[in-house]
């Protein structure tokens, strides 16, 4: 199977610090991936598309020099949380698309819990 | 971005009997439907996927209907398991499309 890892899996952090959260395909690459956010008792949220070699491409309202995006390799993104505050608080999601054929077989990390006090 | 509420919609069911979720969809261009099962803490899994150009498709203990002229998807989880509870959500995408993902439906099985 395609299995996606995210680290850390839960991260606790004071306001104003940088949290770097990694979003790894193992055993497969993956030209495309994607950052969700996921709010408790609501649906993941779209929030940036990271091509391997060039730059994300951000969804609207959510602010790029906020939400780094680095899709260094075929088979790692990273996503940089900027001078966190209490809300960034949620549960954020990577999934990775399989190969050349489009947009269709996504595979989702375990998420990471981000708690910024 | 989409509409959400602070409460998912519940369904409840007894051990045993079947379940069926139901998912409005928005995009008349979606060609790609996927439903997928999130545990709480965890990241979505897929559970099953139907293309446009079929209105029915069958899994193991699963089966996905979608009604592409009122746009509508459907899961069915034939004799439910206390392990099925969990939080459903469709998502619907298309070749050059992110997906997005439905609202979510918390289902609750009564043992």
């Known amino acids: 199977g395609a299995v996606v890892s995210q680290h850390p899996s839960r991260v606790i952090c004071k306001s104003g610090t940088s949290v770097k959260i990694e979003c790894r395909s193992l055993?497969?690459?993956?030209?495309?991936m994607f950052w969700y956010r996921q709010f408790p008792k609501q649906s993941l949220m779209l929030m940036a598309t990271?091509?391997?070699?060039?730059?994300?491409?951000?969804e609207q309202g959510v602010e790029k020099d906020k939400f780094l995006i680095n899709h260094a390799s075929l088979t790692l993104s990273t996503l940089t949380v900027t001078s966190a505050h209490p809300e960034d608080s949620s549960f954020y999601i990577c999934?990775?698309?399989?190969?050349?054929?489009?947009?269709?077989?996504?595979?989702f990390g375990p998420g990471t819990r981000l708690t910024v006090l | 971005g989409e509409s959400v509420g602070l409460h998912l919609p519940t369904l409840s069911v007894q051990e045993g009997d079947n379940s069926i979720i139901n998912c409005a969809y928005s995009?008349?261009?979606?060609?790609?439907f996927i439903w997928y099962k999130q545990e709480s803490g965890k990241g979505p899994q897929f559970i099953i996927d139907i293309r446009s150009n079929m209105d029915k498709r069958q899994g193991q203990r699963v089966t996905v209907l979608l009604n592409k002229t009122v746009k509508h998807l459907s899961l069915q989880i034939a004799a439910t398991q206390p392990g099925d509870s969990a939080v459903y959500f469709c998502?619907?995408?298309?070749?050059?499309?992110?997906?997005?993902f439905g609202k979510g439906t918390r289902l609750s099985v009564i043992a």
């Open positions: 055993d497969f690459q993956a030209t495309t």
């Open positions: 995009n008349s261009a979606s060609d790609y």
């Open positions: 998502a619907e995408n298309s070749i050059d499309t992110p997906l997005v």
């Open positions: 999934s990775a698309v399989r190969g050349p054929v489009g947009l269709y077989e996504q595979f």
């Open positions: 990271s091509n391997e070699g060039s730059k994300a491409t951000y």
